[in-house]
């Protein structure tokens, strides 16, 4: 078996050494061996502890959702986008994505969510925190925010719910930043998060794996141009209806989400 892989791995990666293809083919093993934990929890709690400290937060981001066609071909939808927070009741995120571009405000009352490309927009009164909006876009309208997790004010609470296994990979450099990569499993999904090292542990990569879905597909998002404090807008959470957006009922604000309403939902294992 040892001999088929190693065929395989060189007739696909001719430059790789004999000793790095060892690496490869016992890195289960050694993973194991190295797992920490203790540690892994201490990190992704430091990280929680720092996002809940601050006060206002600004990053920009890549995401990429993946999807499997009824004939098991795997594709990437590309999105990106900023956000910008003010603790604890409001929030403004944009998203330019291939099918949509979507702008959310919020600030504390209301709920603004606009479709610029197609010029119009819905308003939704939902008064209370930044923790309960998340929630409600989540229960009562079935429009989750992939990744909002990192941002409630218990993300360490939410996202160790389930969690049965734990893993400390080690470390990893997401665009030049030196990151502690922590790997976690759950019954329904695996996801794993990459953390700033450093007096700064923001989370630079979160990648959500759904194991009940065929082929297993992913969804990811890589931070950027994280800043906090005085580095941060706070007088921009109010809509101003500028471009002359036509205002309609939510029904009527489709395809919002990162996956298009024309793509068909399905492919459970």
Known sequence: MAQLASKLLRRSFPALSVAGLAVLLSFPTLHGANADEADAKRLLKAMSDYLTAQQ?????YDSNLEIVTADHQKLQLASSGTVDLSRPDKIRAKREGGFASVEMIFNGKTLTVVRTDAN???QVEAPGTLDNLINQL??????PVPGADLLLSTAYDVLMEEVVKVDDMGSGVIGGTECDHLAFRSKDIDWQIWIAQGEHPYPCRYV???KEVDQAPQYSVQVRDWKTGGQVATDHFVFQNKAGAKKVDLKELTDIDELPSYIA???TK
């Open 138 to 143: 989540r229960d009562k309208y079935q429009r």
């Open 120 to 122: 119009n927009y819905t």
């Open 56 to 60: 206002t937060i600004s990053f920009g």
């Open 265 to 267: 939902v399905g492919g």
């Open 208 to 210: 959500i794996t759904s």
